[in-house]
């Protein structure tokens, strides 16, 4: 009989699960039922007495490693945090979220108790022994693992399940005793970008890709390289947007031509790039070929404006196609979501 831990650590605040954590529940439910296996949660975080409060309705043994030792991402802390966690709810399978938090300790962590690690699995299967789903090779092979050695880590992609919901209520969480090492790294704060200077959001509903044409010659003779900054910000700003990119336009940087100043190859969706999970795309100027395209295998819903009535997208790569000046669609939708000005 496996004995089943999901390991979920806090947000920002210190008080709630991430949303990969909740989703990591949800995987964690679904495959105990499915296996008849004991469930526990362990929670990393600073007060993991009100972020168990969601998980009440789970049923599962609730254990937390909290305090201000645990608010921040630090490898010593959460690296025991994690094993003491795992010793506890002495766990054969260990499900955790591949956040950057758990994905830098998790291997680290099924060292010290002699066990093995997956990374990347999209999804759980099997009634008789656990079946974990990865891609390999850019998304092109899609394999299903199963290993006898235990304990087994599970790093969970993001957006593969859905978020865990409960009501919340008082819970019952076990305070599991962590000895910590010396601490040599001190977190002083966190130096992010602003919110809306951060163009690439995973857990957006919709992806808007922006291609080369965005700056090239128009209609008039003349490069719009400005307008279309604004138009695309704009739109990522009032529909709350992730923002891709072909391979062409962030190759321009490199090339003395016209540039989109907020994108880099972090942007890049596609064969040599990203392949995002979002519900809806919407593809801008961009001619969709193949290795473009590839990048869109997790998105469901497929649109595109271009030019071009013989562009990759109509030959069956999207849903719906406008063949029409990206410039004046993207004026009229902004128009009509009330975008304000980029700047
Ligand atoms: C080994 C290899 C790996 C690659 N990997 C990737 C990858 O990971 N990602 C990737 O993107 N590419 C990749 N490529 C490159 C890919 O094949 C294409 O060259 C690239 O995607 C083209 O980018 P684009 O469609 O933006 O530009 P273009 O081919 O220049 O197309 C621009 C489009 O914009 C349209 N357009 C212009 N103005 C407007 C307007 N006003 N309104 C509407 N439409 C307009 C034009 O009609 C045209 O169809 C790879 C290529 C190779 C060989």
Same mark, same amino acid.
């Given at each position: 009989?496996?004995?089943?831990?999901?390991? =979920?650590h806090g947000d920002e605040t210190g008080?709630a699960?991430t949303k990969a954590? /909740? $989703?990591?529940?949800?995987?964690?439910?679904? /495959?105990?039922?499915?296996?008849?296996?004991? !469930?526990?949660?362990?929670? @990393?975080?600073?007060?993991?007495?009100?972020? #168990?409060?969601?998980? %009440?309705?789970?049923?599962?043994?609730? !254990?937390?490693?909290?305090?201000?030792?645990?608010a921040q991402p630090r490898?010593?802390?959460?690296?025991?945090?994690?094993?003491?966690?795992?010793?506890? %709810?002495?766990?054969?399978?260990?499900?955790?979220p591949g956040s950057s938090r758990f994905t830098r300790?998790?291997?680290?962590? %099924?060292?010290?108790?002699?066990?093995?690690?997956?990374?990347?699995?999209?999804?759980?299967?099997?009634?008789?022994? @656990?079946? *974990?789903?990865?891609?390999?090779?850019?998304?092109?092979? $899609?394999?299903? /693992?199963?290993?006898?050695?235990?304990?087994?880590? !599970?790093?969970?992609?993001a957006g593969?399940? *859905? %978020?865990?919901?409960?009501?919340? *209520?008082?819970?019952?969480?076990?305070?599991? #005793? @962590?000895?910590?090492?010396?601490?040599?790294t001190t977190v002083t704060g966190i130096h992010a970008p602003k919110q809306d200077a951060q163009t690439i959001r995973p857990d957006a509903k919709l992806l808007l890709v922006a291609?080369?044409?965005w700056t090239?010659?128009?209609?008039?003779?003349?490069?719009?390289a400005e $307008?279309a900054g604004d138009l695309i910000l704009g739109f990522l700003r009032a529909a709350s947007a992730s923002l891709g990119s072909s391979?062409?336009l962030v190759d321009q940087r490199g090339?003395?031509?016209?540039v989109l100043p907020f994108l880099t190859h972090l942007n890049q969706i596609?064969?040599?790039g990203a392949?995002p999970r979002h519900?809806?795309? !919407?593809?801008?100027?961009?001619?969709?070929? $193949?290795?473009?395209?590839?990048?869109?295998?997790?998105?469901?819903?497929?649109?595109?404006?271009?030019?071009?009535?013989?562009?990759?997208? =109509?030959?069956?790569?999207?849903?719906? @196609?406008?063949?029409?000046?990206?410039?004046?669609?993207? #004026?009229?939708?902004n *128009?009509?979501?009330?975008a304000g000005a980029a700047k």
């Amino acid at each position: 009989m496996e004995n089943l831990l999901v390991l =979920t650590h806090g947000d920002e605040t210190g008080s709630a699960l991430t949303k990969a954590s /909740l $989703e990591a529940v949800t995987a964690g439910r679904e /495959l105990a039922a499915r296996l008849g296996a004991s !469930l526990t949660i362990g929670i @990393v975080a600073a007060d993991a007495a009100a972020a #168990a409060g969601i998980l %009440a309705s789970t049923g599962a043994r609730l !254990l937390a490693v909290s305090g201000e030792a645990f608010a921040q991402p630090r490898y010593t802390s959460d690296a025991a945090a994690c094993e003491a966690l795992c010793r506890a %709810a002495a766990a054969t399978i260990v499900l955790a979220p591949g956040s950057s938090r758990f994905t830098r300790v998790a291997a680290g962590v %099924a060292h010290r108790l002699g066990g093995f690690i997956d990374t990347h699995i999209t999804a759980l299967g099997g009634t008789d022994a @656990v079946e *974990a789903t990865r891609w390999f090779y850019r998304q092109r092979v $899609e394999a299903v /693992l199963s290993r006898d050695a235990r304990p087994w880590f !599970l790093l969970l992609d993001a957006g593969t399940h *859905a %978020a865990f919901a409960g009501e919340p *209520a008082a819970a019952s969480v076990e305070q599991i #005793a @962590v000895e910590l090492p010396a601490l040599r790294t001190t977190v002083t704060g966190i130096h992010a970008p602003k919110q809306d200077a951060q163009t690439i959001r995973p857990d957006a509903k919709l992806l808007l890709v922006a291609g080369a044409g965005w700056t090239k010659k128009q209609a008039d003779g003349q490069i719009h390289a400005e $307008e279309a900054g604004d138009l695309i910000l704009g739109f990522l700003r009032a529909a709350s947007a992730s923002l891709g990119s072909s391979k062409s336009l962030v190759d321009q940087r490199g090339e003395d031509q016209p540039v989109l100043p907020f994108l880099t190859h972090l942007n890049q969706i596609g064969q040599t790039g990203a392949t995002p999970r979002h519900a809806k795309g !919407l593809s801008t100027c961009c001619h969709g070929e $193949e290795p473009h395209v590839v990048g869109w295998r997790f998105i469901a819903d497929r649109r595109a404006i271009s030019l071009d009535p013989n562009c990759g997208w =109509t030959r069956g790569k999207a849903d719906v @196609v406008y063949i029409a000046d990206a410039f004046q669609v993207m #004026a009229r939708v902004n *128009a009509l979501l009330g975008a304000g000005a980029a700047k």
